[in-house]
């Protein structure tokens, strides 16, 4: 590993998927297998709003000095989740002088479903995540190793899946099944990767095999916040 000693040590800090739960992990890697020393995980938004203590009992339990990678699951996911663990991991990062990197929720799914696409020869994967107002978001992974998979957000009532046959995944992956099922096949790994993949794939964004992608909340829609009509208030003197 670039930079970094084998067996490495990771924090791992997920609120993706925080209409579920809020997860802390620390993982220790090595060139072959991953486990998890200490976890920690609380449902809904009351998760997210304890991270930074089930960061801390991770960090105690595991008996850590300092992480080696910090990794941040940077969505699609909520709001709220993904700002409040994004900047935990860069206070994180900040704190103990360790490097930081952000993951996808469908690449860090990606080791298990690049498998499966092989096995069963499909065109690819889709990774489908349940949004507001009947919509999902859609991952589909990148076409090579030096760029990143697009995140798009569709009305699920409308969409269509484009051509080809697709293994999909995500929470939303039974709904968009049942609308497409000639081009669509569920797969047993329908929720979300385990604390181990979100690290190891961390672990290689960090060496360079894969491209950069900072951690940082990914928005696949627009800002809803708009500014007033009137404009800003004068700064004040």
Known sequence: M???SVPCRVMVLDAAPAAVEARVAAVLLDEHDGKSLSLR???????IGIMPSMLEECLAESEWQAP???VVVVGPGSFTGLRTSCSL???LAFGFGCPVVGVTRGEAL???LDTLVRQEERTGWLCVTTARRGRWFVESPAPDPTTLGPVIAVKSAE???PTGSWIVAGDGAEQAVACAPDRLFLVTVTGEASPEDIAHVGLLRHQGRLAARPPLPLYV???EAKLPAAGLRARPE
């Open 2 to 4: 670039t930079g970094t």
């Open 41 to 47: 995980h609380a449902p809904g938004h009351d998760g």
């Open 68 to 70: 080696d990678l910090v």
């Open 89 to 91: 991991a860069a206070g």
């Open 110 to 112: 990606s080791p298990v």
């Open 159 to 161: 969409w269509e899946p």
């Open 221 to 223: 829609d627009p800002p």
